[in-house]
């Protein structure tokens, strides 16, 4: 079956504790992105990868780092947790980053930071 | 930045009602996915059209790209189908990979 697989899928942690969540996907897709999701706000893009080693900032990337180092691997870490990345996280995939292909997300990850 | 306004923010209706729900964006597109979200669950994309008119069961999905505007419609509604729906488009002159811009969410709520 065709997925996307973060965990975890909830998370409880304190203010400067690194954490990552990871993401996986098993379509062999080029292109993985990470979207935080806040109320009022809607979706926001943290950061994106065209493919293996090719990573980008999109609109919210402070405090996130990202590494694509498989194809299929596309963990989203945070080095010093902040009160303020409290949120809902999506990450997503598609077939590429060109041209108009089907995008399919993870289940999410809500994370609170205390 | 908001190109993609969603209409209405909320939705309610009884059980067999035909719904619609509504997107606007400002800017060229080459692509508009309408996706779903379940309380507490993960984001399903439902349709993506760059042109015309597509169908699937009770869901049909229409865009107009002169006027910049589609519609998602749900026939015969049913409570399974209450949940967020979002708009996202993708901006013709993104140069940041496939970057979607997204709405804000009408969510909808059929009751029996």
Not at chain 2, 75 to 102: E, K, M
Request: hydrophobic share 30%; charged share 15%.
């Amino acid at each position: 079956e065709a997925q996307v697989t973060q965990n975890p899928r909830y998370l409880i942690t304190v203010t400067g504790k690194k954490l990552t969540v990871t993401c996986s996907q098993n379509m062999n897709h080029e292109y993985m992105s990470w979207y935080r999701q806040d109320p009022g706000l809607g979706l926001r893009q943290i950061y994106y990868s065209m493919n293996v080693e090719v990573t980008d900032k999109g609109d919210v990337p402070e405090g996130y780092k990202v590494s694509r180092k498989e194809k299929r691997n596309f963990p989203l870490i945070l080095e010093s947790p902040s009160p303020n990345q409290t949120s809902l996280y999506f990450c997503a995939s598609m077939l590429s980053g060109t041209g108009n292909t089907e995008a399919f997300f993870g289940q999410g990850t809500r994370l609170t930071v205390v | 930045k908001n190109e993609v306004e969603q209409s209405p923010q909320n939705l309610t209706a009884q059980e067999g009602e035909f719904i619609t729900i509504n997107c606007s964006y400002s800017v060229g597109i080459s692509a508009l996915h309408w996706l779903q979200q379940h309380p507490g669950g993960g984001i399903v994309s439902l349709f993506m059209l760059s042109s015309g008119k597509k169908k699937h069961g009770r869901l049909i999905a229409t865009i107009n790209i002169q006027e910049k505007h589609s519609s998602l419609h749900i026939t015969a509604s049913h409570p399974r189908d209450s949940a967020v729906y979002i708009c996202a488009v993708r901006p013709s002159n993104s140069n940041s990979g496939y970057a979607l811009n997204f709405g804000k969410g009408t969510s909808l709520l059929v009751t029996p």
